[in-house]
C-alpha cells in the first residue's frame, strides 16, 4: 500500500470497488483527515473508465445537499479525488443486522427495528434525490449500500459513479447480471438487477420514475427487511417481467406493524407502468410527510354533482349586500349562486374535483366549514376559497371577509384543472394539479359541517362533481384536541379544566400559550350561552395570564372579544388599537390584523359606528390592507357615502384625508393632535384644525396657531359662525365681508345659507324670505342641502306647522339621514334622543339636530320647548 498519494498522508484502506479503492488519509494543508478514492492502476489506462471515473467526480460537486457527499479535490494527474471521512454504517448493514437479530431472538436494532427512523431516513433520501432531480441529474444507481448512516445520524448518499444527466443519452455501461446480479459492472443496463425497473431491463432510458422505481424497492426493504420480489437474473426478470408479483408488505412482515399509508407509498412506486408511479419525487415527499406529521388518511365519504338537487340544502341565488351600514343604501350587492350540502362532513375534509372555466367566467368558490344549511348563513359563517382569473386572482374568506390574497393564484380559462383541498384540524391546504399552492392555519377551531359551491356566472363546468373524502384523526394528536372537541360540543367546564391542565404542563412553551387563550374563548363561550356576567369577568382574568408572554397580543385579543360580547365597542377598540401600538412588529400581529379586518367588514353591514372606529384604526396603524381589493372597495365606498362636509377641503391624499374626517365624525380630538403633531401638508393640516374647533376643542388648536384657519375660508367662516351661535352675536357682519366672487357655486350657496340661518335667527324674516326667494327651488327641496330644513324653519314662522311639514316630509325614511334633514325625520317621529338613533348618532349629528331644533322652535315662537332643547345643546357642549 501506498504511503503518499499526491500530497496526501495514506493511513489506512477502507474499501475497495470494481473501478477504485478508498483510503482513510491525511490533508496536511487543511490538516484534517479525508477519504480518498483512487482508481486503480489497471483501469486508469482505460480512457473511457477515466473518464467515467471523473465524470462521477464531477457530477457529485455540482451538487449541493445535506445528503450528498460533498468534493474537496479532483486529481486528474495521479486519477483521484477526495471528499469527507463519514464514520458510520450503510443501510444495507443497518437491515443486515436486523434481520439477523431477528432470527436470533435478539434485542431490537435501533434503527433497523424501528419503522419510524428508517422512515426519516428514506425521507432525507428521497429529499435529496428530489433535488438532483431538479438539477437534471439521476442517480441511476440507488439501493442501501449505497447510503451510510453518519454516527451523529446524519444521512448521506454515495456512489455516484452511474449518476447522468436526465437529457443526455450516452453508452450504457452497467450490470452484468448473470452471475452477479447486484453488482453494477461494465456491459449491459446501468443499475443493480433488484432496482431495476422494468422499463430499463427492457432497454428503455433512465427516468425519474426508474428512480423512483428503485426507491420503491428500498422502502420495502425498510418495512419488510426483504427484497418484494426474487431476480436471479436479467434474462429470468425480462421473461417474467409481465406475471412478476410483488409481495403484500403486511403479510411478510406483520410483526412490523406497517401502516397501510406506507404501503401505499410501495406500490405507486413499483407500478409496472411508469405513468402509474408519482409524477415526481416531491409528490413521494409529500406523502412521507404527511405520514411523519401524523396527517389524516382518507376514505370515500360522498360525491356531489352540480345538477343532482337531492345533494344540497341550499340551492339558490342569493345576494351579497356590502357595506349597508355606511352607504345608507343597497348599491353595493352582489349575487351569486349559493349551493350548500344537505348533509354535514365533519372533521377532517378532502375535497377533489375537476374544474374548467368558461371564457366568460370570473372564477368558482369552493365553500368548506359552513355551519348552517340551509342557509345564506352557512356561506357568512364559513370559509370560501374563491379561485379566480389571471385578472383577479384568487382569495380565502372567512365570514364573507378576505383573510388572504393571492393574485399570482388563478385558474386558466379552457383549460381542466385539478383541484385539491384539504381540511384538517386548523390548517386549509390547496392543491392545483398536484401542487402545493396555498397553506393557511386559522388560530382558532374551524366549525365543522357543510361545503358546497359559490358561482358568479354559469361558464364552469365540473363534470364529475365534488369528490368527498373524510379524514381519520391524525396519528399525532396535538394536546389540545381534546379541550376543542369538549368546547365545540359546549361542555365548557370538561374543556376549561382540560385547558388549564396543558397550561400547567407546559408553562414558557406554545401549547401552554395557546390552551390558557382558548381557556378564556370557553368562559367567553359560556358566558354569551348563559348570559353570566361572572363567566365575561372569569375570561378577561384568564386572558391576563397571558400579559409578559410571547403570546401578549393574544390578551389583547381576547380581552377584545370579550368587550365586543359586552357591546362594549369603546374598549373592544382600545384593547386592539394597544395591542397594535405595543407590538407593531410582533409574529402574532397578522391574528390581531385578520380579526381588525374581519370586524371591519362585518360591522359595515349592519353597524356604522363600529365601521367607523375600525376604519379609522385600520387607517391609521394598518393603511397596508387597503391595498387589498375587497379593503379599497371597502374604503372607497366610505369615502363615496360619508357626508361631504363645507368646511373640509378637498385633499388629494385620500387615507389622510378619510383618517381627519372619521376622527371628527367620531369625536377623537387626541387623533387629530397627534396627526398635528407629527405634521401635516396643506389643505390637510388646515382640515384637523378646523375638526378640533368645529367640536368646540379650541384649546387643543392652540399650540398650533389656529390662526392659520383663515376667517375667509371655508372652515374659517364655519368656525367664526359657530362662535358667533355660541356668543349669540349675529353673523351677518363678518358674512357680508365676503367677496362672493371668489368662492364657488356651491360654496356661494352654503354661504347664503348661513346667512339665513342668521337673518331667522334675528328676526329678519323679510331679508330672509327674499335670499330664499333668490335660490334655486331645486336647492330648496333638496334634503342634503341646508337650505331644506331652513326653508322648513321659515315655513314654521310664515304659514304654521302644517306647511313646514309638508315640506320637511320630502325627506324620510332614511335610517341614516344626512344631518341637513336631522330636523325631518325628527319631527316626523321617525328619530329621536332616546331611541336606536339617540345612542347610534355621533356628537356632530346630535349638535346639528339640536342646533336645528333651536331655530324651528325660535321660528314656531315655543319658549318652553326652545329653552329645554338649549339644556340639551349645553349639555353636548360641554361633552368631552
Request: proline share 6%; net charge negative; charged share 25%.
Amino acid at each position: 500500500m501506498k504511503k503518499e498519494i499526491g500530497k496526501y498522508i495514506i493511513r489506512e484502506l477502507l474499501g475497495q470497488g470494481g473501478m477504485g479503492e478508498v483510503f482513510l488519509a491525511y490533508d496536511p494543508s487543511c490538516q484534517r483527515e479525508v477519504a480518498l478514492k483512487v482508481m486503480r492502476e489497471e483501469w486508469a489506462a482505460k480512457p473511457s473508465l477515466r473518464e467515467r471515473f471523473f465524470r462521477e467526480a464531477r457530477i457529485t460537486a455540482r451538487l449541493t445537499h445535506p445528503a450528498i457527499i460533498p468534493i474537496h479535490s479532483i486529481d486528474e494527474e495521479h486519477t483521484f479525488y477526495t471528499m469527507p471521512r463519514i464514520e458510520g454504517e450503510t443501510l444495507k448493514a443497518i437491515l443486515r443486522q436486523a434481520r439477523e437479530r431477528a432470527k436470533r431472538g435478539d434485542p431490537l436494532h435501533p434503527i433497523g427495528d424501528s419503522i419510524p427512523a428508517l422512515i426519516r431516513i428514506f425521507l432525507s433520501v428521497c429529499s435529496a434525490i428530489a433535488y438532483t432531480h431538479s438539477e437534471g441529474i439521476l442517480h441511476r444507481d440507488l439501493k442501501p449500500e449505497n447510503i451510510i448512516i453518519g454516527k451523529f445520524a446524519q444521512v448521506v448518499i454515495l456512489d455516484w459513479g452511474l449518476a447522468d444527466f436526465a437529457k443526455e443519452k450516452r453508452d450504457e455501461m452497467g450490470v452484468d447480471a448473470e452471475t452477479h446480479p447486484e453488482l453494477t459492472r461494465p456491459g449491459g443496463i446501468p443499475g443493480t438487477l433488484m432496482y431495476m425497473a422494468p422499463e430499463r431491463a427492457m432497454g428503455e432510458p433512465a427516468t425519474v420514475q426508474t428512480d423512483i422505481y428503485a426507491l420503491g424497492v428500498m422502502l420495502f426493504q425498510l418495512l419488510t427487511l426483504h427484497f418484494p420480489f426474487q431476480r436471479n437474473s436479467l434474462k429470468e426478470y425480462r421473461s417474467q417481467i409481465d406475471t412478476e408479483e410483488i409481495a403484500e408488505a403486511e403479510e411478510l412482515a406483520p410483526e412490523r406493524d406497517i401502516a397501510p399509508q406506507l404501503s401505499h407509498m410501495v406500490k405507486k412506486c413499483l407500478a409496472q407502468n411508469p405513468k402509474e408511479r408519482y409524477p415526481s419525487l416531491n409528490d413521494l415527499v409529500t406523502d412521507l410527510e404527511r405520514y411523519i406529521e401524523g396527517l389524516p388518511e382518507w376514505s370515500v365519504a360522498a360525491q356531489l354533482f352540480m345538477d343532482r338537487k337531492e345533494d344540497w340544502g341550499f340551492q339558490e341565488n342569493i345576494a351579497l349586500a356590502k357595506h349597508m351600514a355606511i352607504t345608507r343604501q343597497t348599491d353595493v350587492v352582489e349575487w351569486v349562486n349559493l349551493l350548500l350540502s344537505k348533509d354535514p362532513f365533519p372533521g377532517n375534509l378532502k375535497l377533489e374535483t375537476d374544474v374548467i372555466l368558461g371564457s366568460e367566467s370570473s372564477g368558482v368558490g369552493i365553500v368548506l366549514c359552513a355551519s348552517h344549511a340551509p342557509s345564506p348563513r352557512g356561506l357568512e359563517e364559513g370559509y370560501c376559497l374563491w379561485l379566480g382569473t389571471k385578472e383577479s386572482g384568487s382569495q380565502l374568506f372567512r365570514a364573507g371577509v378576505e383573510v388572504a390574497a393571492h393574485p399570482e393564484l388563478f385558474l386558466t380559462k379552457g383549460v381542466r384543472t385539478h383541484l385539491r383541498l384539504e381540511k384538517f384540524e386548523n390548517h386549509l391546504r390547496l392543491y392545483l394539479n398536484g401542487v402545493l399552492k396555498l397553506s393557511f392555519l386559522n388560530h382558532l377551531p374551524m366549525p365543522e359541517a357543510h361545503c358546497g359551491l359559490m358561482l358568479r356566472d354559469g361558464d364552469v363546468r365540473i363534470d364529475d362533481g365534488l369528490h368527498l373524502f373524510s379524514g381519520s384523526q391524525n396519528a399525532m394528536v396535538n394536546c389540545l384536541a381534546v379541550p376543542d372537541a369538549f368546547l365545540s360540543r359546549k361542555n365548557y367546564q370538561e374543556a376549561l379544566a382540560e385547558y388549564r391542565k396543558i397550561a400547567r404542563s407546559f408553562p414558557g412553551r406554545l401549547e401552554g400559550r395557546e390552551a390558557i387563550f382558548r381557556a378564556g374563548v370557553a368562559l367567553l363561550q359560556q358566558a354569551k350561552e348563559e348570559d353570566n356576567e361572572a363567566f365575561y369577568t372569569a375570561a378577561l382574568d384568564e386572558f391576563d395570564m397571558l400579559r409578559g408572554t410571547p403570546g401578549a397580543p393574544l390578551e389583547y385579543l381576547g380581552k377584545s372579544l370579550v368587550y365586543m360580547a359586552q357591546g362594549d365597542l369603546e374598549e373592544e377598540v382600545k384593547c386592539l388599537e394597544l395591542a397594535l401600538r405595543k407590538y407593531p412588529r410582533h409574529p402574532l400581529k397578522h391574528i390581531l390584523e385578520e380579526n381588525i379586518i374581519s370586524r371591519l367588514h362585518n360591522s359595515a353591514q349592519s353597524d356604522r359606528l363600529a365601521a367607523y372606529h375600525f376604519a379609522l384604526m385600520t387607517l391609521r396603524h394598518l393603511p397596508h390592507i387597503f391595498r387589498s381589493p375587497d379593503e379599497k372597495l371597502l374604503l372607497e365606498s366610505l369615502q363615496n357615502h360619508l357626508e361631504p362636509l363645507p368646511f373640509f377641503a378637498p385633499s388629494e391624499q385620500t387615507h389622510i384625508h378619510m383618517t381627519i374626517q372619521l376622527a371628527f365624525w367620531l369625536d377623537k380630538p387626541m387623533v387629530l393632535v397627534e396627526m398635528l403633531e407629527k405634521g401635516l401638508p396643506p389643505p390637510n393640516r388646515t382640515n384637523a384644525l378646523s375638526a378640533l374647533m368645529q367640536l368646540g376643542h379650541e384649546k387643543l388648536a392652540e399650540p398650533f396657531d389656529p390662526h392659520e384657519l383663515r376667517p375667509e375660508t371655508m372652515g374659517g367662516i364655519f368656525f367664526s359662525f359657530e362662535i358667533s351661535l355660541k356668543s349669540e352675536h349675529d353673523p351677518l357682519p363678518f358674512l357680508d365681508k365676503l367677496i362672493l366672487e371668489n368662492y364657488s357655486e356651491s360654496d356661494t350657496y352654503q354661504i347664503c345659507a348661513l346667512k339665513i340661518w342668521g337673518d331667522l335667527l334675528f328676526d329678519r324674516f323679510d331679508s330672509a324670505e327674499m335670499r330664499l326667494a333668490s335660490l334655486p327651488d331645486s336647492l330648496l327641496k333638496d334634503p342634503h342641502h341646508p337650505l331644506f330644513f331652513l326653508y322648513g324653519c321659515f315655513l314654521r314662522h310664515k304659514e304654521g306647522e302644517e306647511a313646514a311639514l309638508n315640506h320637511l316630509s320630502i325627506a324620510s325614511g332614511n335610517p341614516f339621514p344626512p344631518t341637513t334633514a336631522l330636523l325631518s325625520h325628527f319631527l316626523q317621529g321617525q328619530i329621536d334622543f332616546e331611541g336606536k338613533w339617540g345612542h347610534s348618532a355621533l356628537k356632530w349629528e346630535k349638535l346639528q339636530l339640536l342646533r336645528q331644533l333651536q331655530l324651528y322652535l325660535y321660528c314656531s315662537g315655543d319658549d318652553a320647548d326652545k329653552k329645554e332643547v338649549e339644556y340639551k345643546l349645553q349639555q353636548q357642549l360641554k361633552k368631552p
